[in-house]
């Protein structure tokens, strides 16, 4: 289940504001959805670092004034030098409910000698209930041979997790790499056509 965040309620916004919750070591965010007007919010920096990273559809549990609400990930700002978190968005949903969110695709094992497994998909948009959304879907590429193309429809989704992509889609492509010509073919196949 979600882990369980204690949040405060934001008064002030723009940038001048938001720079001043990350100077105190805080993380400004805003929650919407439910057709309910959007409400600011800040988390401990640090907090949110820890549930966010490696999850990009992480579900919380947002606690604010004693209430609280399911909330899940929707977008993480990043500062591209830093890495520092600098905004979040968060979406209210009920357990039960589906949302549809992108989950990473992992391969796993290694293919037939010589073959390389080409990811071809490296995210899968899906459906799931928000309290068992798939962190990543596993890909065993174990053995395969050349030529091998593993489809979305081949994919072993988790129970009551589904998707509306193409079944045809590619998702991975097991090949031998093609031989780079070394200097003494070139110098043969020149002499040849000679």
Known sequence: MAN??????????????????????????VLYGFDEAPVHLSFDAHEIYMEVRGNSNALLTLE?????????????????????????????????????????????????????????????????????????????VEGIEDGTTIRVADLELPEGVETAVDPEAPVIVVSIPAAEPTEATEDAEAVEAE
């Open 4 to 29: 369980v965040i204690k949040v405060e309620k934001r008064e002030s916004f723009g940038k001048g504001a938001s720079r001043q919750l990350r100077r105190e070591n805080r993380t400004p965010a």
């Open 64 to 140: 604010l004034d004693g209430k609280k609400q399911l909330a899940l990930v929707k977008d993480v700002q990043r500062n591209p030098l830093s890495r520092i978190i600098e905004h979040v968005d968060l979406f209210r949903v009920k357990a039960d409910q589906k949302v549809e969110v992108e989950v990473p695709i992992v391969t796993e094992g290694e293919p037939f000698a010589g073959a390389v497994a080409a990811v071809e998909m490296l995210t899968l948009l899906v459906l799931a209930p928000a309290d068992s959304i798939p962190e990543h879907i596993v890909v065993s």
